[in-house]
């Protein structure tokens, strides 16, 4: 009984009840109070010139894997977990010279296939890439 008197009370007419809901989230709801909380953006432009990033990786043998070759690879292992033999590390570049120019107030869309280094270039921007990989 307690339950249908308290929603007549608070349904007595839908639109008011959406009306209060959009007060209640703080959405505006003239120009007014559009006007009065907006506030003008920051205006950074970001420029780069000859960005280049290199990783060192390990180079594969490109042997077909059958039983001798797995048995040398698993030699040359050994020798270079005990630092005997050195580990053949290849300088791979990710991005050689990229200049550009990111202006405020506008979208950038970002397009390459896979592994052409959108993630790279954006981290490098960020400052979220570590500097080992940024070449001076």
């Known amino acids: 009984m307690e339950f249908k008197q308290q929603q007549s009370r608070t349904q007595p007419n839908?639109?008011?009840?959406?009306?209060?809901?959009?007060?209640?989230?703080?959405?505006?709801?003239?120009?007014?109070e559009t006007?009065?909380?907006?506030?003008?953006m920051p205006t950074i432009e970001v420029r780069f010139k000859n960005l280049n990033v290199h990783a060192e990786a390990y180079l594969?043998?490109?042997?077909?894997?059958?039983?001798?070759?797995?048995?040398f690879n698993f030699i040359q292992g050994v020798f270079q977990?005990?630092?005997?033999?050195?580990?053949?590390?290849?300088?791979?570049?990710i991005l050689c010279n990229v200049n550009g120019v990111i202006k405020p107030g506008r979208m950038t869309l970002l397009l390459g296939?896979?592994?052409?280094?959108?993630?790279?270039?954006?981290?490098?921007?960020?400052?979220?890439?570590?500097?080992?990989?940024?070449?001076?």
Do not use: M, W
Not at 60 to 71: A, E, H, Q, Y
Not at 81 to 93: G, M
Not at 114 to 133: E, H, N, Q, V
């Open 14 to 32: 839908g639109e008011e009840e959406d009306e209060d809901n959009q007060g209640q989230l703080g959405k505006p709801t003239t120009d007014d």
């Open 35 to 40: 006007q009065r909380v907006s506030s003008d």
């Open 60 to 71: 594969d043998t490109g042997n077909l894997p059958n039983v001798i070759n797995s048995f």
């Open 81 to 93: 977990n005990l630092h005997l033999f050195p580990r053949q590390r290849k300088k791979l570049p």
């Open 113 to 136: 296939p896979p592994g052409s280094g959108k993630t790279t270039l954006l981290l490098a921007l960020s400052g979220k890439l570590r500097d080992s990989y940024l070449e001076k």
